[in-house]
């Protein structure tokens, strides 16, 4: 019926004088799956006496290694022949001998693409740190590359040097072992 007089009961808000904003202190969390649920605490600092964790940052990979592991082999080659670095020369080409991808990524170049293969077998084919794959290199160019001399005057100037040094290097190790063998027999001797 109506509102009664004096028996209806009515709540009233009890307001006090030190609380007249109520409504400013409250925060509403967000729904979830929102926007402003996901991005909360974004502008929050680690308090003084927390432990921060440094955030790894992944480094970029070489242009040799982009194109190795998108099998572009001869492009690795060539990025990293550009970098001047006999180790990663020599880490890349015993890599692509492990993924049986040395002889694509020798195939088919010019005397341009070839030159700078060719100048950096000439200058580390002796080097004990690099010979054992320069020489399976020298091997693999040696095959695909034997029915294009004379056809170059650059390339073939290399091949010369390239037969130069390993001629060198063969005639040094065997002076080695005939040395090693007369050492041996001098220890021999010595040790009796």
């Given at each position: 019926d109506g509102l009664p007089g004096s028996s209806g009961l009515a709540r009233r808000r009890k307001k006090d004088n030190d609380d007249d904003d109520d409504f400013a202190d409250v925060h509403f969390a967000p729904r979830g799956g929102t926007k402003r649920f996901f991005l909360r605490g974004g502008n929050v600092g680690?308090?003084?006496g927390d432990f921060k964790?440094?955030?790894?940052r992944s480094s970029r990979l070489a242009a040799y290694d982009v194109h190795l592991k998108k099998f572009n082999y001869k492009r690795a080659l060539d990025e990293v022949l550009k970098?001047?670095?006999?180790p990663l020369v020599a880490s890349?080409?015993?890599?692509?001998?492990?993924?049986?991808?040395?002889?694509?990524?020798?195939?088919g170049r010019d005397d341009a693409a070839l030159e700078p293969l060719l100048a950096f077998l000439v200058r580390f084919v002796t080097n004990p740190r690099?010979?054992?794959v320069l020489i399976q290199v020298c091997e693999v160019v040696l095959n695909l590359y034997a029915g294009q001399l004379g056809q170059s005057v650059m390339v073939d100037e290399l091949f010369v040097k390239l037969s130069q040094q390993l001629r060198e290097e063969v005639r040094l190790q065997k002076e080695l072992v005939k040395v090693s063998g007369t050492l041996d027999l001098v220890l021999s001797a010595a040790a009796h």
């Open positions: 680690p308090a003084p964790v440094a955030a790894k970098s001047r670095q006999p890349l080409l015993e890599e692509l001998q492990n993924r049986n991808g040395l002889e694509a990524a020798l195939a690099f010979a054992p």
